[in-house]
């Protein structure tokens, strides 16, 4: 077990190290790293600045490996319009979007896998079909149009929540959850569509199994029959899918939060956009694909641990 | 394998007809697809005036004869510009489905077939699937600066793993089928076997599998405009549209909402259309959706 569990620790690191490459060369590829660090308005006194600041005038290799070591001790390099470490950037914005990260798929799982199991039980109803184009509407409609919609509907024609903003639950918690909702839903459709349509699948799957029908004849309720038996048997494509779905949810989570006007990471990059402050992008780049590896290391571990049928 | 390929022709074509009148809803959206991509190819004759030309006077005008959507805060007609916005999302959507299927393609019939290489190309396919898309693409256009073409390639690269994923597990299965072994045997070199045998086992799940990075690549364009590093803003798209509409939203909130629609129909159709060719053609992949 344990020897499992360290294989698949260290099978990230091939995975960590392609990221790093990946993100060290998009800005040596794409011409002058210098140039496009420096910005359009730059003298080139001052390109040249940066050019031996940076180390640029190094051999690639040394560079590359100079910057792993950089990335090792945790420093993602300096923002270009503040000055400040990104590290401490990142420190500053992470609250909002974790929050928002946090209720949106807490909320999703739970209203997404009982409509994934709803779906499964009366596979062919109207229930199935309903579950089926909120997935595909879910799919479909780009995330903004949502928040818009939302917004429109919820707050500026009904008033029932505030248009935009943020209060931190550790300040206010009743604020918190009134302005959290309609970001919350709004970045959730996506992340509901993909749990409910995976959960609908592997629910359908399990409930044409032997055990199934055995706990059917000794006359077990349904209801338990579809959330012990079935949703337990069909738990691991659905937590897999759990895990996948945060890249998503980071490319969601940029657009909720520039439409509801919430000062998190996904500001932070909006805003690097704007300035053109590439070390901010890179160091955020690093740090969600970071999340990312190790929140899905996270879920295979659980797996191996619970599910004495999964082995490497 | 001859006799069921020999078969399969002849109940297709029987079958396109019954097909589309069981789901009606894939007829729906290849015609609105179609309305849509005619649209976009014949703007200039759609009632449509210059896109960019600014009339100061009729800002932010409700729809009236003259302007059937209305005008936006600089006096541009709305519905010229939806229009002409079609033809981005149209081109980027169809560029990138192509682009992206034929490199994965290539990739993931190498990496499936040279044993070697597969686990190189694998380990930096996982790499590019660890970055979130939008991300890669923003620092992408932000690194090579805003364009069309830059858009097109930001946004097909993280399709990329996708699709050499899926070819690579077809790969995977097929080698080991008989009629490859037997073409080893005889000593088809290399190229042919890949082209001539595994192939064409490939091509039904890319089709389903081009739709969804076309709708997606619609999706993300939308995204990348909206937040400012997308399509320039010279440009009409429906995604510059939204960003440009949302500052005044409380006032004109029609400006946002024709290319909000506009892009959610477009993708729906694709994404139904999609399903449909799914169930048609790769019932494996259908049954577990």
Known sequence: ?312 | MTAPAAAMPRERLTGLFPFLKRYPLVAIAGVVLGVIVLAAAFAPFMFTRDPTALTPLQRLRPSSELNWLGTDHLGRDVWSRLVYGARVSVMVGLAVAALSILLGLVIGLVAGYIRWLDALVMRIMDGLMAIPGILLAIALVSVSGASLATVIVAIMVPEIPRVVRLVRSVVLTVREEPYVEAAVSVGTPLPAILIRHILPNCIPPLIVQATYVCASAMLTEAILSFLGAGTPPTIPSWGNMVAEARLLFQIAPWNLLWPGIALAVTILAVNILGDGLRDRLDPKLAKRM
């Open chain 1, 1 to 312: 077990m344990l020897r499992l569990i360290a294989t698949r620790v260290l099978s990230t690191i091939p995975v960590m190290g392609v990221v790093a490459l990946i993100v060290f060369f998009m800005l040596r590829l794409s011409g002058d790293p210098a140039a496009i660090l420096a910005g359009d308005t730059a003298s080139s006194e001052q390109v040249e600045k940066i050019r031996v600041s940076l180390g640029l005038t190094k051999p690639l290799y040394e560079q590359f490996f100079g910057w792993v070591v950089q990335l090792l001790r945790f420093d993602l390099g300096t923002s270009l319009f503040t000055g400040l470490p990104v590290t401490t950037l990142i420190a500053q914005r992470i609250e909002p979007t974790a929050m928002l990260a946090l209720t949106t798929i807490i909320f999703s799982v739970c209203v997404a896998v009982p409509m994934g199991v709803l779906a499964a039980w009366k596979s062919g109803g109207w229930i199935d079909r309903l579950v089926m184009v909120i997935c595909v509407l879910g799919f479909s409609v780009p995330v903004f149009v949502m928040g818009y919609f939302l917004i429109f509907n919820f707050a500026i024609t009904l008033r029932w929540f505030p248009v935009q903003g943020y209060t931190s639950p550790f300040v206010d918690f009743g604020r918190f959850l009134t302005q959290i909702t309609l970001p919350t839903i709004t970045l959730s459709f996506i992340y509901v569509a993909l749990i409910a349509r995976i959960t609908r699948a592997s629910v359908i799957e399990v409930l044409g199994e032997d055990y199934i029908r055995t706990a059917r004849a000794k006359g077990q309720v349904e209801a338990k029959v579809l959330f012990r038996h079935a949703l337990k048997n069909a738990a691991v494509p659905i937590v897999t899918v759990i895990g996948l779905g945060v890249a998503l949810l980071i490319g969601g989570v940029v657009v909720t939060e520039s439409v509801y006007n919430i000062p998190g990471l996904g500001r932070l990059v909006v805003d690097a956009i704007t300035r053109r402050d590439y070390p901010i992008i890179q160091g955020l780049i690093l740090f969600f694909a970071l999340i990312y590896i190790v929140l899905n290391l996270i879920i295979d571990i659980i797996y191996t641990l619970v599910d004495p049928r999964i082995r490497y």
